[in-house]
């Protein structure tokens, strides 16, 4: 700078010189302010901060904060990652006018200028967020994310839809087929739909990670319309085309129970014993095993289904129904017993003791319709109480549903009981 000074002063100062040009000695201006505003002229030791915040714009129309995006700045070897908040902060960044880079996979770069003083931290634009979009296909994929996790299906539908129609190549069109058959199968019903869905993204996206939760997608469609044959060939197609899937447990489990729904017994206790012998740390070997036991009941082998739902105790006693972490198998078991023993064998003491392990040992436990168990055991006691023509323990077991399960619907039936038998017992 000194020597720039000097050097206008020997012109200045020049025999019969009049003056520097009014156009040199404005460059000289514009020169000198442009160093000055890039930091050339300042120490190299100056420095300031910046920070910020970014987010994305979404299909709505409105913005969310991006987590994640890698944020750089000329003068500055220093970089950050936006937090949950879209927040980011660089600090030790050269003061003068700076480019902010702002990056991510699969979002379009945003760049923008901003001036760094000395000693200051810069907020970008006050705090208002930078907003930077995604490539199309991800915005329209994020779009249907966000439609269905707010569950307006039918916008859920119709971006996924346009996806595939504008991208058909996009790495997220798999994603967004899957997407379609699920939405038709799980949250809206319609499972002809569902199942056309599912089989589309086999054909056209053979390689896709989802093209074996497709093929079992198409299974469940079979079955929850009651046609159990075609549910097994497209549960079984899943465990010949996908030998490596996570599913094959699950694939296994439900030809098991299709050959159940077609009353065929002697199949589905063959299938539920592949489900424990191919996968027994399965979720469904527990289930498996309490269905064994069910389908001898099933088909009046009370004896043998008895055995099946005491290995059901034994062997699982903490295991919990596949998708239901609080919910026990084990009460439901024991239950079973007691019904086999009491109902279909006449063996009404032995039934007595079985149901009421049900009460001592699972007080909480629970039908898979969120009705409980217990008090349901407590009046089958008062039932086989009068089986035995024992009054007054009848009585009194139906007095304890009315006590102690008063909110259940079992408290009327043990008080309509009551009322019919207790002039037996004086």
């Not at 105790?313 to 972490?325: C, K, L, R, V």
């Not at 007691?338 to 079985?354: F, N, R, T, V, Y």
């Not at 089986?387 to 077991?397: D, P």
């Amino acid at each position: 700078m000194s020597l720039l000074i000097k050097n206008f002063k020997k012109v200045k100062n020049k025999k019969n010189d009049k003056g520097p040009s009014p156009v040199i000695f404005l460059l000289f201006l514009l020169s000198f302010s442009l160093l000055l505003l890039t930091g050339c002229l300042f120490s190299p030791f100056s420095k300031g901060s910046v920070e910020g915040y970014i987010h994305e714009e979404i299909i709505t129309g409105e913005n969310r904060p991006l987590e994640g995006a890698l944020v750089s700045i000329t003068g500055s070897s220093n970089t950050a990652l936006t937090d949950a908040e879209g927040y980011f902060r660089i600090d030790e960044v050269s003061i003068g006018a700076r480019t902010l880079t702002i990056t991510k996979k699969e979002y379009i770069t945003k760049k923008l200028v901003t001036v760094i003083k000395e000693n200051e931290t810069t907020l970008i634009d006050d705090g208002s967020p930078i907003v930077i979009c995604a490539t199309n296909d991800k915005f329209l994929f994020d779009g249907g994310i966000i439609y269905y996790d707010s569950g307006e299906y039918t916008n859920a539908l119709t971006s996924f839809q346009q996806l595939i129609s504008n991208y058909p190549n996009s790495g997220y069109a798999d994603d967004a087929q899957y997407y379609i058959g699920y939405i038709n199968e799980k949250k809206l019903g319609y499972y002809i739909q569902a199942l056309l869905e599912y089989q589309e993204l086999i054909n056209n996206y053979p390689n896709s990670s989802y093209a074996d939760d497709a093929q079992l997608g198409i299974g469940n469609c079979y079955y929850v319309t009651y046609d159990y044959s075609h549910a097994i060939e497209a549960y079984q197609k899943l465990m010949d085309d996908y030998p490596e899937s996570s599913l094959l447990a699950l694939a296994q489990y439900s030809i098991a129970q299709s050959y159940r729904k077609l009353a065929n017994y002697e199949q589905a206790i063959l299938e539920f014993n592949k489900v424990i012998e191919s996968y027994p740390e399965s979720d469904y070997a527990a289930p498996a095993q309490y269905y064994t036991g069910y389908s001898y009941y099933e088909a009046k082998d009370y004896f043998q289904a008895i055995l099946e739902f005491q290995i059901t105790i034994d062997n699982y006693p903490d295991s919990t129904w596949p998708g239901e972490s609080e919910r026990f198998i084990a009460p439901c078991a024991q239950y079973y017993i007691g019904w086999c023993l009491g109902e279909k064998l006449g063996q009404w003491e032995d039934a007595i003791s079985a149901y009421q392990l049900v009460i001592d040992n699972y007080p909480n436990s629970t039908w898979s319709s969120g009705n409980e168990i217990p008090p349901d055991a407590q009046y089958q006691i008062g039932w086989c109480y009068e089986k035995l023509e024992l009054w007054c323990e009848a009585v009194e077991a139906y007095q304890r549903v009315i006590n102690n399960y008063p909110y259940t619907t079992w408290r009327n039936l043990a008080e309509e009981q009551l009322n019919a038998i207790s002039g037996n017992c004086p």
